[in-house]
C-alpha cells in the first residue's frame, strides 16, 4: 500500500470501517500514565523472575525486531558507540570497592 499524503489525486487516510469513532476517543482518552506504571512493575516483575539465559533470549528478540524495522542497524558508529559504553560501565564497575558492607 502507498500512500500519497501530498498528492492531490490520493483518497484521504481512513480507517477501516469497522474501526468506530466512539473507539478511537475511547483510545485517546485512556489513562496513558496509569497503563505506563503497569507497564513498569510487570516488567520490573519479569526480569526479577528471568534467568540469565531468557533475559539473553529478551535481548536477541529486540535486536531481531530492531534489524527487522532498520535493516542497516546497528551501523558501525552504534557499535562503536556500544563498545565505549561498555568500557565505561566496565572501568566504573572496577572502581567499586567490593569489600564494603551493604
Known amino acids: ?7 492531490r489525486d490520493a483518497p484521504p487516510l481512513r ?5 468506530r469513532t466512539e473507539d478511537i476517543v475511547a483510545f485517546a482518552r485512556r489513562d496513558w500514565q496509569a497503563i ?8 520490573a516483575a519479569q526480569k526479577a523472575s528471568m534467568t540469565p539465559a531468557e533475559a539473553l ?7 531481531s525486531y530492531a534489524q527487522s524495522i532498520h535493516e542497516s ?8 558507540d556500544d563498545l565505549a559504553m561498555h568500557v ?15
Do not use: H
Not at 480507517?15 to 474501526?19: C, D, R
Not at 533470549?57 to 535486536?63: A, C, E, H, M
Not at 542497524?73 to 562503536?80: H, I, K, L, Q
Open 57 to 63: 533470549d529478551v535481548g536477541d528478540d529486540l535486536r
Open 36 to 43: 505506563a506504571e503497569s507497564k513498569r512493575q510487570r516488567w
Open 15 to 19: 480507517y477501516s470501517p469497522s474501526v
Open 73 to 80: 542497524w546497528p551501523t558501525d558508529d552504534d557499535r562503536r
Open 88 to 102: 565505561r560501565v566496565s572501568r566504573s564497575l572496577r572502581r567499586v570497592d567490593g569489600t564494603r558492607g551493604t
Open 1 to 7: 500500500m502507498r500512500c500519497n499524503r501530498g498528492a
